[in-house]
Nanobody, 121 residues
Framework: QVQLVESGGGLVQSGGSLRLSCAAT????????MGWYRQAPGKQRELVAR???????NYADSVKGRFTISRDNAKNSVYLQMNSLKPGDTAVYYC???????????????WGQGTQVTVSS
């Protein structure tokens, strides 16, 4: 079975940094794209950053210049370096992957369990 395993969340002061990691495990042939989403209490889940197999990236306007997404194809992993964190970044962050299990099969979408990021003033 495919699983997305996240780590790196925690509590940090405003202006600090955190690095989130997500590794996709299980029978995986290829990964089309991976990304990070977040959801604050009472708010809709939103895309934070996404990176394709060709390393094309997309960021939410609110995090541009502060967050950087990267991936390691050999490890089926994606990372989110978060700098200059603000209280508004407080949310549960979810790893997401669009991947192909075996050659010739259709792509499928998977979610991690989420990791809490809390930024204090």
């Amino acid at each position: 079975q495919v699983q997305l395993v996240e780590s790196g969340g925690g509590l940090v002061q405003s202006g600090g940094s955190l690095r989130l990691s997500c590794a996709a495990t299980g029978p995986i042939f290829s990964i089309y794209a991976m990304g990070w989403y977040r959801q604050a209490p009472g708010k809709q889940r939103e895309l934070v950053a996404r990176i394709t197999n060709g390393r094309s990236t997309n960021y939410a306007d609110s995090v541009k210049g502060r967050f950087t997404i990267s991936r390691d194809n050999a490890k089926n992993s994606v990372y989110l370096q978060m700098n200059s964190l603000k209280p508004g970044d407080t949310a549960v962050y979810y790893c997401n992957a669009d991947l192909q299990v075996v050659l010739g099969s259709a792509g499928r979408n998977y979610w991690g369990q989420g990791t809490q990021v809390t930024v204090s003033s």
